[in-house]
């Protein structure tokens, strides 16, 4: 085992339960199971291929369901695994923020940057210009005449961002998942993996008409998932598993696409930034030093429930 997945395992006790390879699979077909279920009948519906129609209201409720099936697996998981020290070791990270200044920067701000290089490449290679007037968002929420979207960022922020898709995903993505990929393939090969399986996740959103991926080249979405997975484990690495701070950088990557002209996940320009930015990451940091090391002053979050559990002998200290 690497120092770096003995460190994250003992911030979070919870990330040792289920450890074993059964657990992870059983994660993922629980995942995939929860949200192909539910947006496999929405995606039929929105092809025409039900013998009826889905009501409104069931259509909102089983895309809720649907889009939120990392975060219901893991919770399936862990509850069915742990004890109450792993359900409370689980959510610990939810609400680490105490990281650092930069890497809120880095997590607010990068997409945003990294849209504008973007733009700055199309303009300098083929002249091209932007209109930053009439956003996407404002199509996408149906905003009255008259309305400024730009005063609306921090409500849309919240509510489209967080409470959104992120929050659906995060703490199963990385909350659970990604310490466990870590642990057998290390930070680098994980995230890559692990973009890979969340791109093939986002399968039936495809075939449903009116989200963003239904006009989207399948390769491209994929290449960019992929890069920001790999963004989100390199922040996710150095805030000692912060899954609050994932939450905000996923929320960021689809703000970006609702106010910024460019997307990082389904445009080619902005795809390729954001591939760039990865890579430069990789290159810098170096694929053994991914993460960030372990320090004798750290005290890692969940670090208690370690020593509580050590000592009751509930937590299986056993790690693969």
């Not at 889905?54 to 975060?71: D, E, H």
């Not at 940057?113 to 996407?136: S, Y």
């Not at 939450?247 to 910024?260: E, G, K, V």
Request: charged share 10%; proline share 7%; hydrophobic share 50%.
């Amino acid at each position: 085992m690497t120092h770096l997945s003995e460190m994250m395992l003992r911030n979070n006790p919870s990330r040792s339960q289920g450890g074993k390879p059964s657990s992870l699979i059983a994660y993922f077909v629980l995942a995939y199971a929860i949200t192909w279920a539910t947006l496999g009948l929405v995606a039929l519906a929105s092809q025409g291929l039900l013998p009826f129609p889905l009501p409104s209201g069931l259509r909102s409720l089983l895309m809720l369901i649907g889009s939120s099936g990392p975060l219901l697996a893991a919770l399936l998981i862990v509850a069915t695994t742990a004890d109450k020290g792993g359900m409370r070791a689980f959510f610990r990270p939810w609400l680490t923020w105490r990281v650092g200044l930069r890497w809120y920067l880095v997590v607010l701000f990068e997409p945003a940057l990294a849209i504008l290089l973007a733009m700055a490449g199309a303009f300098l290679l083929n002249g091209t210009t932007f209109n930053l007037a009439h956003p996407a968002v404002v199509r996408q929420l149906d905003l009255p005449l008259g309305i400024n979207p730009w005063l609306l960022i921090i409500p849309v922020f919240i509510v489209g961002g967080l409470i959104g898709g992120p929050l659906g995903e995060e703490p199963g993505w990385r909350g659970f998942a990604l310490a466990r990929l870590q642990n057998r393939f290390g930070p680098l090969t994980a995230s890559l993996l692990l973009g890979l399986l969340w791109s093939m996740w986002h399968l039936p959103f495809f075939f449903i008409k009116g989200t963003s991926q239904s006009s989207t080249p399948f390769l491209l979405f994929v290449l960019g998932t992929v890069a920001n997975s790999v963004l989100i484990a390199w922040v996710y690495n150095h805030t000692r598993g912060s899954v609050l701070l994932a939450l905000l950088f996923h929320a960021a990557l689809n703000m970006t696409a609702l106010y910024l002209p460019i997307s990082l996940w389904n445009d080619w320009r902005g795809v390729t930034i954001q591939c760039l930015v990865a890579l430069s990451i990789v290159i810098i940091s170096g694929p053994t030093r991914f993460a960030r090391q372990a320090s004798a002053e750290q005290t890692p979050p969940g670090s208690e429930l370690s020593k509580e559990s050590a000592r009751t002998g509930r937590l299986s200290p056993h790690n693969s």
